[in-house]
């Protein structure tokens, strides 16, 4: 028998619905469509909204509650035993939140939330483990692996059918939900194939009515497009409280984990992991990895510092100026906004007098972290300098700075902690905005602090050094 509905057309990319097949959605996407049915909001309970039926029949709704009277949540955290994922989620999992967690395939998604639910199970009690893209064997290898002590109380699915899960749900009443992925997920209520549009969103809706009612933390792994986008409708990131991502390249063994929303924490810290035989690993001195290449013997290397979050990083700068062969002169970044690039570029030629309208530039900020603000901005110009001249910058330095379109350096928020920062890891001299160096105090064992104020006067000093 047929189920009841209505034909659309859904995006692929936003999840818009239109009567009709266009060839260009609203988004800008091109031939994203594809044809699903969807219910009438007459057979489909979980959109009639908040109403309850009286005994006289008559429909009530939900009264409105003033807001003095409305009690506050604590909040509850479990730990789960990693302090780099409990960082970037906000001091831990709070109970009844979603979690949506995305990254390449084979970047490490399913190992950390594997470790984190293995201590969670033996801490607190069951946890629940639904993979809908291997079988309960294959999450028992990496188990062996990771997590060999893996407790009792740690439950393993395999199965795709929403209608199956809940019951099991319901019978193991679990502390922890894993959800291993969304995309393989659907509901016998749609006649859309796994991994649709519509599949996706009733799926996460249903996820969500499961935690919230339930007091239970859930992790949700999605897929990514090639473009390192979540992929599927956007509803499902809007549905979840936090959004989790991995990134790194897969010939290096550093992984980044970053919140790109979270409504109980901040978006601005970062864990950072390096992957092992064992599984995810902790780095806790992220800065020694980051400059352990940092040298004297060459040129276009400068060493900056970042804040991230609750902690200041220190990172190793790299740039390369070559004779342009082609007619266009050619500019690439690697950890930097190309468009920031060309601004400082600019600035060079027109404040420093430095000639590269036939040179082509490379940046790169080695370890595969991508910084976000603007305090790298002298470090990246002074390594550029330092590559076109041939003169090696000391690797005792660190430059921190925002350049301006003037030639100006503007100061940079955190910059006592970036001092401190760069005092334990052994920096002697640190350059930075004169209005920094001003309102910093300096002791005995910290740093030498040189104060400019353009990057003409951050170059001179260079050469002062040098000379």
């Known amino acids: 028998m047929a189920k009841k509905g209505r034909t659309v057309f859904v995006c692929q990319e936003c999840g818009y619905e239109s009567a009709k097949w266009l060839g260009q959605c ?188 339930g007091n239970l933390p859930v992790f949700i792994v999605a897929h990514v497009t090639k473009s390192g986008e979540l992929a599927g409708p956007k509803i499902v990131e809007h549905l979840v409280d936090t959004v989790l991502h991995f990134s790194g390249e897969r010939h290096q063994d550093l992984r980044i984990l970053r919140a790109l929303k979270n409504r109980f924490g901040t978006t601005q810290e970062i864990g950072a992991f390096q992957m092992r035989e064992e599984g995810l690993v902790e780095i806790e001195n992220l800065s020694g990895m980051f400059l352990e290449g940092l040298a004297d013997s060459g040129d276009g290397a400068v060493a900056t510092a970042v804040y991230e979050g609750t902690r200041p990083l220190l990172l190793e700068i790299q740039a390369l100026t070559a004779p342009t062969n082609i007619g266009f002169a050619r500019r690439s970044a690697i950890g930097i906004d190309n468009a920031r690039l060309n601004m400082i570029i600019a600035v060079l030629e027109r404040k420093a007098g430095l000639a590269l309208i036939n040179r082509d530039v490379y940046v790169n900020v080695t370890g595969g972290l991508r910084p976000e603000g603007t305090s790298a901005d002298l470090a990246c110009a002074l390594a550029i300098w330092s590559n076109e001249t041939g003169t090696p910058v000391p690797s005792s330095l660190l430059a921190l700075g925002e350049i301006g379109l003037t030639g100006e350096l503007r100061p940079v928020q955190h910059a006592d902690k970036l001092v401190l920062e760069a005092q334990r890891m052994g920096f002697d001299t640190v350059l930075l905005p004169r209005r920094n160096a001003d309102k910093l105090k300096r002791t005995d064992d910290s740093p030498k602090l040189v104060g400019v104020t353009t990057v003409s006067e951050a170059i001179s000093s260079l050469g002062a050094r040098r000379g």
């Open 26 to 213: 609203v988004c800008g996407a091109w031939n994203t469509f594809v044809e699903e049915r969807v219910q009438s909001a007459d057979d489909d309970v979980r959109r009639r909204g908040s109403v309850a039926i009286a005994s006289n029949g008559e429909k009530k709704r939900n009264p409105p509650v003033r807001l003095s009277e409305v009690q506050r949540e604590t909040n509850d955290r479990f730990d789960t035993g990693i302090g780099e994922l409990n960082r970037v989620l906000g001091g831990g999992l709070v109970k009844g939140s979603l979690a949506l967690i995305s990254g390449e395939p084979g970047i490490g998604k399913s190992t950390v939330i594997l470790q984190a639910a293995a201590h969670i199970a033996a801490r607190y009690g069951n946890v629940l483990y639904i993979s809908g893209e291997e079988s309960a064997e294959q999450i028992r290898m990496r188990a062996d692996r990771v997590c060999p002590d893996a407790p009792d109380s740690l439950y393993l699915l395999a199965e795709t059918h929403m209608e199956s899960i809940l019951p099991v749900i319901r019978d193991i009443d679990p502390v922890f939900l894993i959800i291993d992925s969304i995309q393989t997920l659907y509901s016998e209520e749609l006649d859309s194939a796994p991994g649709s549009v519509s599949q996706v969103r009733l799926c996460g809706s249903m996820l969500m009515n499961v935690g919230k009612t």
